[in-house]
């Protein structure tokens, strides 16, 4: 018992010596980042860019996790807060419950920044956002599957996630341009079914499991993003589906990409996370310099098919 | 020799304030960094060196980043200028942009800017350039406050913020430890925050009838979350008691039907409250500045240890726990003790649900997510036995600000996210084993 007590005695000790040996940093503040999760290397990479390019600039990072969870979101803004960072780069976890933390950011005087989702709550000040054209990026879904189809058309599957905007918008893009190709072409192209993929692999290979049983003579499956789409391909492999039924998925993550050379995916209109990350910096940068910004850019998605993948230095 | 032994039996009972203790020196040391000061001293300070650096009535301007108690800065460094002798022509408090136009704009000699640590970061990469182009600002020089030494951990407003986040866990953990004295668990609170949170923002939504809801609203829509939670954990309490299940597997169930419960009712939106009031309660602080979740918080921890040791149905609880067949025996009406733990459990989730709810003015059916396990996770490395008989309210308090001190330290300097699960695992385990270790030492100590 001596022992900790000697020890608790020592720590104001332990104080001085740390207050003396830190040295002072010329860093010109800290830019704070939190994305939706950092589970999905999307974020991951968008936070990767985001050091490279602050650090270029002089700045230092702050990554956290907020793990899906608003609460934990809004913890952190607090966090930030009392750290006085420079300014937040906001991923919200919830574009309307994020609200309540993003006015106390405003209030303190920091800029708050979005990147690929938006921050849809009423009365706060976001300076500016960066994220992609998810509607231009549906249609580029759309046209790829109308590739994929070819000639006859047949029945889709759509693997959606209703909770997040950004996915809504793809849906609708490629249903645009599904309904544009059905009204001039005799091989239509029906959507069947519309069900929850939750994004992630899990959910994405329930859903299709259940769809194969219901619709035996399914030709495709549009997901909204790779993990669904990856959970999808386990699905139409067991069932040994996989040489009838086409996937596209969405966004282009590594090992989505990987899918699309082995011939799992049909193609993904691809985000351009790297960009982002880049972009919403020198945002920033710009904004500290006390120029006028713009409010919103959005970044186009490009189409990634087997042609692109086998150029790929990034893949095996 | 007697002080000794009350040091002994205080740390064997409360060994895990040492850890939090240890745990707040540490992220101190950690979170050391360099803090800009805008007290009314580090104005005059600020002044009386611009001073000294400049003829007297030199045109000095103020800059500094907008936000909360910055204007009161911007006018005590320009009083102080002013007092110095010195001439303030322009006072600015905004964003760069806003320093920017005002900078361009000005004709006569700027001899000097004071400004905070963002706005002089702005000027020492601006005005360089600035100075190229309009003559006024070509001999500007740049003054911040003297910086001085403080962990960022250790602020005011950081620690308020502490406590606050845990103030939801650490209210629901009241109800959690004397579940857990009784020797049982309850699974279902983290689905009872949503549940709550939706109930409250679907009945103030449907009482104000489209319209704005009153203060009236809000506090019934309220008390409807609350007390459907406790009916809740009342029908939890009599399942475990009437027909003998094991109380994991009756709140296992509650847990999956309040969350289901919780995504029908609202629809699978968060239903936001269209009325800012309803913040008070998550977001506002009206008492000597302390958030009022945080004094809620301080004053059912009171009440609960009053009730854990002072009262029979304490005594009552903790009998319950430790042999309920001898407690039976003694006269403990054992299944309405039980019926009692699980019913203010679920109030207290209930409560923690509002405060939720309140804090983002929201109902939402995902919040609450594996709020649970960190409750319990207070619980027990408050010192709280899973086996039952014994545990102490407070000790629950300082198991949840352990948590919450190592959340807040490890985001103040930006622990990555899957080391924090680490980190967390490490300290429960390490907490649990002092905790036990204290106990051994006692015991043959004694």
């Known amino acids: ?316 | 020799m007697k002080s000794k032994l009350d040091a002994r039996k205080l740390l064997s009972e409360y060994g895990n304030v040492l850890v939090l203790l240890l745990l707040c020196a540490f992220i101190s040391i950690v979170t050391l960094e360099e803090q800009s000061p805008r007290s009314t001293a580090a104005a005059n300070r600020l002044a009386e060196k611009i001073a000294q650096a400049s003829p007297k009535g030199a045109n000095v301007i103020v800059l500094v980043r907008s936000g909360k108690g910055q204007q009161e800065f911007a006018d005590k460094l320009k009083d102080a200028l002013t007092n110095a002798g010195l001439h303030v022509p322009d006072s600015i408090v905004g964003t760069p942009r806003d320093a920017r136009i005002a900078l361009e704009k000005q004709t006569a000699t700027i001899a000097a800017i004071a400004a905070d640590n963002h706005m002089a970061t702005f000027c020492a990469d601006q005005l360089p350039n600035l100075g190229k182009a309009i003559t006024a600002l070509n001999k500007t020089t740049v003054h911040q406050p003297r910086k001085h030494k403080w962990p960022n951990f250790l602020k005011k407003e950081n620690l308020l913020n502490v406590l606050k986040q845990i103030s939801i866990v650490a209210i629901i953990a009241i109800g959690m430890t004397m579940v857990i004295i009784t020797a049982g668990i309850d699974l279902s609170v983290g689905s009872l925050i949503a549940f709550s949170g939706v109930i409250t923002a679907v009945s103030i939504q449907h009482l104000a009838g489209g319209g704005d809801p009153t203060t009236g609203h809000l506090l019934l829509g309220s008390a409807a979350g609350i007390l459907v939670c406790a009916i809740i954990g009342m029908g939890t309490g009599s399942l475990v008691t009437l027909f003998n299940i094991p109380a994991f597997i009756v709140t296992l169930g509650v847990m999956f039907i309040a969350k289901g419960l919780a995504f029908i009712f609202s629809e699978s939106a968060p239903i936001p409250v269209s009325n800012e009031g309803f913040a008070w309660l998550g977001r506002g602080s009206d008492l000597m500045g302390l958030p009022n979740s945080v004094v809620l918080m301080l004053l059912l921890y009171v009440i609960a240890h009053v009730i854990m040791a002072h009262t029979s149905i304490g005594r009552y609880i903790y009998a319950v726990g430790g042999n309920p067949e001898a407690a039976r025996l003694s006269g403990v009406p054992v299944k309405w003790v039980l019926v009692f733990v699980y019913t203010l459990c679920g109030l207290l989730a209930g409560l923690g649900g509002v405060m939720e709810a309140s804090l983002h003015i929201t109902g939402d059916p995902k919040s609450g997510t594996l709020v649970e396990l960190q409750v319990i996770a207070a619980v027990v490395v408050g010192g709280t036995s899973l086996a039952g008989g014994q545990g102490k309210i407070f000790g629950t308090l300082v198991g949840a600000l352990i948590i919450g001190v190592i959340r807040n330290g490890m985001n103040l300097t930006g622990v990555e996210a899957h080391m924090q699960s680490v980190v967390y695992g490490v300290v429960i385990l390490i907490a649990v084993m002092v905790d036990q270790l204290k106990n051994r030492s006692a015991k043959t100590g004694a």
């Open chain 1, 1 to 316: 018992m001596k022992k900790f007590l000697t020890l608790l005695s020592a720590l104001p000790a332990i104080l001085l010596f740390a207050w003396l040996g830190c040295g002072g940093d010329k860093s010109k503040g800290v830019i704070a980042y939190t994305p939706q999760t950092l589970s999905n290397p999307f974020f991951g990479v968008i936070g990767d860019h985001i050091r490279a390019e602050a650090e270029q600039n002089g700045y230092e990072v702050l990554i956290v996790d907020p793990d899906y969870d608003v609460k934990k979101q809004s913890d952190q803004f607090d966090d930030f807060i009392a750290k006085n960072v420079t300014a937040i780069v906001l991923v919200p976890c919830d574009r309307l419950s994020v609200g309540p933390a993003v006015q106390a950011a405003n209030k303190a005087g920091i800029p708050v920044f979005t990147v690929d989702a938006k921050c849809a709550a009423e009365g706060v000040k976001i300076e500016g956002h960066v994220g992609t054209d998810n509607f231009q990026g549906g249609e580029l879904a759309g046209k790829a599957m109308i590739d994929a189809l070819g000639e006859k058309g047949g029945k889709v599957l759509i693997l959606d996630l209703k909770r997040a905007h950004s996915c809504v918008l793809r849906v609708e893009g490629f249903k645009k341009v599904i309904n544009a190709h059905n009204k001039e072409s005799t091989g239509k192209i029906e959507v069947v079914a519309e069900l929850d993929g939750n994004g992630d692999r899990t959910k994405g290979y329930q859903s299709t499991a259940d769809a194969l049983q219901a619709h035996s003579d399914l030709d495709a499956i549009f997901a909204i993003n790779d993990p669904s789409a990856l959970g999808a391909y386990t699905a139409v492999k067991e069932a040994k589906r996989q040489d009838k039924i086409k996937i596209i998925g969405f966004d282009g993550q590594l090992d989505g990409k990987q899918a699309i050379k082995e011939g799992k995916i049909y193609g993904d209109p691809i985000q351009h996370p790297d960009k982002m990350g880049k972009l919403i910096v020198q945002l920033i940068v710009k904004y500290q310099a006390g120029e006028e910004i713009q409010p919103e850019t959005l970044i186009p998605a490009t189409l990634y098919t087997k042609a692109e993948a086998d150029q790929d230095p990034d893949l095996k």
